[in-house]
């Protein structure tokens, strides 16, 4: 059977862990090499990649893409999980709801680099354990504060109030790390209210949005899963691209340094090398001990690889 190669532009439901995702894309395809490109939640539907093949060695590589969502933020009260699946912890009851100016500014002075303190029910580990095992056991620890970039952050529907709460839905072009309940919580605070995230979907992960996206249900109705695959080029179309001659192809594949072409622009960490028939051979960084030289960051063809 012929490896497969490809990420699967997957459109994870609600109510299933990313891991569990990742498990029943392996059965779909019958392949042990699969691994995901950035945790969704299991109460959050959305793109979840999923890399195949020698597209796992893309992985840490797409985590790092920005991200977009689509949530919903309600004020009046918060919680400890900082969604609506958590217990009250505060109340702050929205009698006058805010008005779409007062909400649109603090959108706005949310917008740019900003600093995020960990959720405490999260995964990431302090002294070894990981938070949401301190949640549960209702220790407090101190937690890591990050600096994410929010790239853009709209308001996408009217102020909806009800009873002693107020409603309004955004969508959000966020960096690696960044927690959008967290970010919900931080609205809420802007206009003088507790608050929670209480909807959210992921609507691009990357180069990859929910137009190309494809279910569960669509996989297993098919006759060949592979036709829903995405190619590792499409997947790193956020890299300078640099097509190299048939020359230098065999140096790529060997790992040689090579003189660092205009397509690298400053702002880019890595650079997508490929054949002249389009096929992505390596992603290259600058060496930095070689001026004007570029080395081999993560190969993904080598010389011993059938085309």
């Known amino acids: 059977m012929n490896e497969i190669n490809g990420i699967v532009p997957l459109w994870k439901p609600a109510g299933m862990t990313s891991f569990e995702a990742v498990k029943r894309v392996r059965r779909i395809y019958g392949t042990k090499k699969a691994g995901h490109t950035g945790t969704l939640d299991p109460e959050v ?21 920005s991200k977009q969502y689509e949530g919903t933020v309600t004020i009046g009260y918060s919680t400890d999980t900082e969604d609506s699946h958590g217990s009250v912890i505060n109340q702050t009851p929205a009698m006058q709801a805010p008005s779409e100016e007062e909400a649109d500014q603090a959108l706005a002075q949310l917008t740019g680099v900003i600093s995020q303190q960990v959720p ?30 929010i790239h853009e952050l709209k308001r996408t529907s009217a102020i909806e109030a009800e009873a002693a709460t107020a409603s309004f839905s955004f969508t959000c072009l966020c960096s690696k ?7 919900s919580v931080d609205i809420g605070r802007k206009l003088g209210y507790a ?10 992960s990357g180069s990859i949005d929910s137009a190309q996206c494809v279910t569960f ?22 890299f300078p691209a640099i097509t190299i001659s048939d020359e230098l192809e065999l140096k790529v594949l060997q790992g040689a340094i090579l003189p660092l072409p205009e397509q690298f622009t400053e702002d880019a960490s890595f650079a997508a090398l490929h054949s002249s028939d389009g096929r992505l051979l390596a992603l290259y960084k600058r060496d930095e001990k070689r001026e004007g030289s570029m080395k081999p960051e993560k190969m993904i063809r080598t010389a011993d690889q059938p085309r």
Do not use: F, W
């Open 195 to 204: 608050a929670h995230m209480s909807a959210l979907t992921r609507t691009a």
């Open 120 to 149: 405490m029910y999260s995964a990431v580990k302090v002294k070894g354990k990981r938070l949401y095992e301190y949640a549960r056991e209702g220790v407090e620890v101190e937690r890591p504060i990050r600096n994410v970039t």
């Open 177 to 183: 790390g960044t927690y959008i309940r967290t970010l």
């Open 45 to 65: 539907e959305g793109v979840l990649p999923v890399c195949l093949g020698r597209a796992t060695k893309l992985v840490e590589y797409l985590t790092g893409v």
């Open 217 to 238: 249900e669509q996989l297993e109705a098919s006759d060949d899963p592979g036709e829903y695959l995405v190619t590792m080029e499409h997947a790193t179309a956020h």
